[in-house]
């Protein structure tokens, strides 16, 4: 279940290149140890999204390093770009660390929904393999 956090706007759109919309970013959570700067990263895109929450959500972030999650919020993003640079978190999904389905196990519905990659190749880059 979603952990839902206090609407509280911390970003500014101060650039008129991003486009401002609700929406979700699913990776791996990632905290700079250096400055405590909390972070996505994205399978696909390999460049970490930027997390912006008050106080109190941002430590709950922090303790779900390494994790993955899926954060809901306000987010911005490049024109023409569909993940985001970065996120005003809302709420959080954490995903169970647990065993994963074997990739033969797999089947796809949607024969379009991995883009040009195959199935497997997909699913590698989602796990980081």
């Not at 993955?68 to 978190?89: F, H, K, N, Q």
Request: proline share 9%; glycine share 6%; with cysteine.
């Amino acid at each position: 279940m979603p952990q839902h956090f206090g609407a509280e706007l911390m970003m500014p759109n101060t650039s008129p290149a991003l486009v401002r919309s609700h929406g979700s970013v699913t990776g791996r959570l990632v905290v700079d140890a250096d400055t405590g700067t909390v972070s996505i990263v994205h399978p696909l895109r390999k460049e970490a999204v930027e997390v912006a929450a008050s106080p109190d959500p941002a430590e709950t972030l922090r303790s779900c390093s390494g994790r993955r999650v899926t954060l809901t919020g306000l987010s911005y993003s490049r024109r023409g770009e569909v993940i985001p640079d970065r996120i005003e978190a809302e709420s959080l999904r954490i995903f169970p660390d647990g065993p994963r389905p074997k990739l033969s196990e797999l089947r796809v519905s949607w024969p379009k929904a991995t883009g040009d990659l195959t199935s497997e190749e997909f699913v590698r880059r989602l796990r980081d393999e």
